[in-house]
């Protein structure tokens, strides 16, 4: 009954932006701590941004702090990752997911749903 649909990937080019949305049906985001992840081929899965719960703290990977943002709409029951100044290291798949308990986790095996993901591809 839960589903997650990411959207908003594409190509673009070294320094340019990209909006992912976290789509949700079936639970209510603002009630969890929503990750996004990432993963690029041969490489682990790894943690790029978490919100938690309600009005709660924002975390980043050093990797992305400073050029990606995360937020929440909860009127449209979704989650955002606003990404600037994009590099060829961002290419993978990203995925968002949802976490049941505790304030956020940069963990994956402790996020509870996933979404199929959404591919960005960073591109002279």
């Known amino acids: 009954q839960v589903d997650l649909v990411e959207s908003g990937g594409g190509l673009v080019q070294p320094g340019g932006s990209l909006r992912l949305s976290c789509a949700a049906s079936g639970l209510i985001l603002d009630h969890y701590a929503v990750g996004w992840f990432r993963q690029a081929p041969g490489k682990e899965r790894e943690g790029v941004s978490c919100i938690s719960s309600g009005n709660g703290n924002v975390y980043y990977a050093d990797s992305v702090k400073g050029r990606f943002t995360i937020s929440r709409d909860n009127d449209k029951n979704a989650v955002y990752l606003q990404m600037n100044s994009l590099k060829p290291e961002d290419m993978a798949l990203y995925y968002c997911?949802?976490?049941?308990?505790?304030?956020?986790?940069?963990?994956?095996?402790?996020?509870?749903?996933w979404g199929q993901g959404t591919q960005v591809t960073v591109s002279s």
């Open positions: 997911a949802t976490q049941t308990f505790g304030p956020c986790s940069q963990y994956p095996d402790e996020y509870d749903f």
